[in-house]
C-alpha cells in the first residue's frame, strides 16, 4: 500500500433540507464539479491532478441535518505546490452550505487564482514554465549587478560600462534566429537549448582576463537569456485560457524576479575580494539538473501541434511597427534605470555592496505587488488603462529616485517599483497575443530586437551624459520621454485583448481541415487593430 498522495478536508455541517440542496449542487468557482454518483463529484475542470467530493447525510432528530462533506484533493502545481496547498485547504473549508448563485452571475475567484479557470494541463505548465524564468531572470540581470564591480577591478569608466551594456544587446541577433526556428521547430527544444546555452557562456565570464572578455561571453549569453524568457512568454500565452493571459504573463515576471533576486543576493558577496564579482558567474551552472528535470515534463505548445494556418509577415507590419516601437521607447527609459543603478548608489551615494543588496530588495520587492495587481486587473478590467496608468506613473517616479538622496530614493523607488510593475503583465502579453501561431515567436523577437536597440541608445546616451554632469539625474530625467510617448501609443493605438481568444485576434489560426489562410485579413489601423470577435457568416468563422 503506497500512502496517498492527496489532502483530506473534511466539513462538519449542520443545516436544514435546503441547506443539503445547496451542498448537492455541484461547484463552478476556482473548479467545476461534475456528478459521478450519488453524492460524489469529480472535477470536470479546474487546477487538481485529483479531486473527489462526497457527502454524508444524516438526519437529527430536530428534522434537521448533519452533513459530513469529505473532500480529497491535490493540486496540479508542482513545484510551488507547498505555497498553495495553504490557500486550498483555507477554500474548502466551510462550516455552512453556500449561498445560493443567481444564474449568470460570475463567481469571483481568490486573489490568488487566475481571474478564469484553468484546468490542469494549464497549471501544471504555468508551474513549471516558472521554474525555468528564475533561470531567465538571473541570467538577465546577471551583467547589470557585477559590471559595476567588474568595472573597478578593469579600470573601466562610467561611459566603458554604457559601452559594454549596449554591446551585450548585440546577442539579440541570437535571439531573433532561436526565435525563428522556434517557429519552425516548436518551442519545447529550443527552451532547453537556451537554458543550456546562456548558463554556459555565463561560466565562462567568471574567468574573464578583461572586459572585453566579460563582453563578448555575455552577449552571448543573453542572447539565449533572453530568447528563453521570449519563448517561455509565447508558450504561456499558447496554453492559458483567453482570461487568464495576463495572469500568466504576470507569474513568470514574479518567478523571474525571484531569480533575479538570486542574482542580487549573490551580488553581496563582490566586496570580499576584487575578484568576488565572478562568483555569480558560476552559480547557475548547479541548478542545470533541476532545469532539465522540470524540462522533461513540459510538452509542446499545444497551439504549436494543432493544425494551423501559414501566415506572412506581410500582412502584420502595423502590428509589429506599434509593439517595435513601443518597446524601443520603453527600454531607452527602462534600461539604463536597471542597468546603471548599481552604480548609481555606489558612486553617487556611497552604498556598500550589502546596502546595494538591501536597497535592492527592499525597493525592488513590492513591485510583486503591481504585477499581481496588474495581471489581474489586465485580465479583468482591460490592458490598456492598466498599461497606461503604470507606464506614465513608473516612469515618473523611478525619475525622481534619480533626482533625490537619503530617505527620498527608498520612497520613490519603492512606489515606483510598485506603481511601473502594473505595466508588466498589461503590456509584455500583447506580444505573443497579436501574431499567428506561425508568426508569433519570431514576430516577438523582432520586437525583443527593437526594445533592446532602445536600451542601447539609452545606455549609451545616459554613460555619456553621466560623464557630462556627473550625475545620473539628468540623464534619466532626458529619457523618461520615451515611456510617456509610450502611454500615448498604448491609448491611441493599442487594441483591447483581455478575455479575446488567440484564434479571434488571429484569424490565420482559424483553419478548417488542411486550409491556410495566408496574411492579415485586413489592412491599416482599424483593420489590424480591431481584434473583434467572430460573427456567424465570417468566411474565416464558417470555414
Request: glycine share 10%.
Amino acid at each position: 500500500m503506497h500512502a496517498k498522495s492527496f489532502d483530506t478536508t473534511v466539513n462538519i455541517i449542520e443545516t436544514d433540507a435546503a441547506g443539503v440542496a445547496a451542498l448537492r449542487l455541484p461547484r463552478d468557482d476556482l473548479m467545476l464539479e461534475q456528478v459521478e454518483g450519488p453524492d460524489r463529484f469529480g472535477v470536470a475542470e479546474g487546477p487538481f491532478d485529483h479531486y473527489e467530493r462526497t457527502l454524508a447525510v444524516d438526519e437529527l432528530d430536530d428534522g434537521r441535518f448533519r452533513v459530513t462533506e469529505t473532500i480529497d484533493w491535490k493540486v496540479a502545481i508542482p513545484v510551488w505546490e507547498p505555497l498553495f496547498r495553504p490557500l486550498m485547504r483555507a477554500m474548502s473549508r466551510r462550516s455552512e452550505p453556500p449561498d445560493p448563485t443567481p444564474a449568470g452571475e460570475i463567481v469571483s475567484p481568490p486573489w490568488w487564482a487566475p481571474p478564469a479557470r484553468i484546468d490542469a494541463r494549464a497549471a501544471t505548465i504555468l508551474s513549471r514554465l516558472c521554474v525555468i524564468s528564475m533561470l531567465a531572470g538571473y541570467l538577465g540581470t546577471l551583467l547589470s549587478q557585477t559590471l559595476s564591480f567588474a568595472a573597478d577591478e578593469f579600470g573601466a569608466s562610467s561611459t566603458a560600462q554604457g559601452t559594454v551594456l549596449a554591446v551585450v544587446r548585440i546577442g539579440v541577433l541570437l535571439s531573433v534566429a532561436l526565435a525563428f526556428m522556434a517557429d519552425r521547430r516548436g518551442r519545447r527544444a529550443l527552451v532547453l537549448v537556451c537554458a543550456f546555452g546562456g548558463v554556459a557562456m555565463a561560466t565562462l565570464g567568471a574567468v574573464a582576463p578583461n572586459l572585453f572578455v566579460l563582453t563578448a561571453t555575455q552577449t552571448v549569453s543573453r542572447g539565449f537569456a533572453t530568447a528563453l524568457a521570449l519563448l517561455l512568454a509565447v508558450i504561456a500565452a499558447e496554453e492559458m485560457p483567453a482570461g487568464a493571459r495576463a495572469y500568466g504573463a504576470s507569474v513568470l515576471t514574479m518567478t523571474a524576479a525571484l531569480g533575479a533576486g538570486g542574482a542580487v543576493a549573490l551580488v553581496s558577496l563582490a566586496d570580499l575580494a576584487p575578484w568576488a564579482w565572478r562568483i555569480p558567474y558560476v552559480a547557475p551552472i548547479f541548478v542545470l539538473p533541476a532545469i532539465k528535470a522540470v524540462h522533461s515534463q513540459v510538452p509542446e505548445s499545444r497551439r504549436f501541434v494543432t493544425p494551423h494556418g501559414k501566415a506572412t509577415m506581410a500582412g502584420h507590419r502595423g502590428r509589429l511597427a506599434l509593439l517595435a516601437t513601443a518597446a524601443f521607447l520603453g527600454l531607452l527609459f527602462y534600461a539604463p534605470v536597471s542597468q546603471f543603478q548599481v552604480d548609481f548608489l555606489r558612486e553617487e551615494h556611497g552604498f556598500s555592496s550589502p546596502m546595494i543588496t538591501l536597497y535592492t530588495m527592499v525597493t525592488m520587492t513590492p513591485g510583486g505587488i503591481g504585477v499581481i495587481v496588474g495581471g489581474r486587473l489586465a485580465d479583468t478590467k482591460g490592458r490598456r488603462i492598466v498599461g497606461a496608468i503604470g507606464t506614465i506613473g513608473g516612469a515618473l517616479l523611478v525619475t525622481l529616485t534619480y533626482q533625490l538622496a537619503g530617505a527620498g530614493i527608498w520612497l520613490t523607488a519603492i512606489c515606483g517599483s510598485i506603481i511601473g510593475a502594473l505595466t508588466v503583465p498589461a503590456l509584455a502579453v500583447y506580444g505573443p497575443e497579436l501574431f499567428p501561431t506561425a508568426l508569433r515567436a519570431r514576430a516577438n523577437g523582432w520586437i525583443t530586437a527593437a526594445g533592446v536597440a532602445g536600451s542601447a541608445t539609452g545606455l549609451r546616451l545616459a554613460g555619456q551624459m553621466r560623464d557630462h554632469f556627473d550625475s545620473y539625474g539628468p540623464a534619466i530625467a532626458m529619457l523618461a520621454i520615451g515611456p510617456l510617448l509610450v502611454a500615448v501609443l498604448v491609448v491611441a493605438f493599442y487594441p483591447e485583448t483581455a478575455r479575446v481568444e488567440l484564434e479571434d485576434l488571429n484569424p490565420e489560426d482559424q483553419v478548417s481541415g488542411t486550409e491556410s489562410i495566408v496574411g492579415a485579413p485586413s489592412t491599416g489601423v482599424s483593420g489590424l487593430f480591431s481584434g473583434r470577435r467572430r460573427q456567424a457568416g465570417d468566411p474565416v468563422a464558417d470555414g
